[in-house]
């Protein structure tokens, strides 16, 4: 894809699932890579699988410590972010704990707020353009049972991206947002196969889909292919959604 090549690629939970495709999608396409997840760097491996071209920052991106790191790191440059941690906590409204609630709005929402604001920042100041995508959801158009938490910041986010696209085109800075349907990845492995088999049967294509079917959707929203598409939420769902 072009224009990505030496791209500066900012890519939070990148140490599984989709995180992980983004980070090798990125990486094949020439950026360089600045990868965010819990972890430490020998439990992940990243520099093995990315032995060049890659930074690896350890932390949780909920506090203010990982906040800071990544803000230095932006401060050498930055083209790209990449929204992608989030979590899992469900319950029924009814059952859900404040705790539930507070931890995944941490996560998906105020820390996807926080690192894009940021980003925002040393991206106008850079004065080159650039590129912000969330991690949404299908659920967020439709919600799901048990996750009234979840699907909130999933909406959360779509609405994120829409209002920063509007501030932020003025300086070539892009907003986007794509939604995943059901993706294998461990995040979805708590689920039973019958529920999987069942999502795989509803969507008009069959299937689940793959971490990389996601990672390549961010690589054409920040790459000049898709220079002319902000605040959008691009859904990659084998159809689940329509
Ligand atoms: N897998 C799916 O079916 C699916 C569907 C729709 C949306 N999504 C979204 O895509 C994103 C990635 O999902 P996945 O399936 O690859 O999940 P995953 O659980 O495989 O990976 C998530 C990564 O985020 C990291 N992470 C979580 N909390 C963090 C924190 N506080 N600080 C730093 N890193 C943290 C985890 O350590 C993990 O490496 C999520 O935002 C998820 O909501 C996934």
Redesign the pocket.
Known sequence: MKGLSNKRVYI??A?????RATAQKFYDEGSEIIL???PSLKETELDVVFPQRMVYIQG???TKETLEKIDAEMKKGIDVVVN????TRDAQTIKMTDEQWDQVIS??LT?VFKISQMAAKHLKEQNRGGCILN?A??VAHYGNFGQANYVATKAGVIGMAKTMARELGKYNIRVNAVA????K????DTMPEKVIQMMAEKSPLKRIGE?EEIASAYAFLASDEGRFITGTCLNVDGGLSI
Do not use: E
Not at 15 to 19: E, K, L, N, T
Not at 180 to 183: C, D, E, Q, R
């Open positions: 939070t939970g140490a599984s699932g989709i995180g965010i997840d819990r949780d991106v909920t992608n941690a989030g979590i996560v998906n820390a991690a959801s299908v995943p349907g059901f993706i990845t461990p995040i979805i971490p």
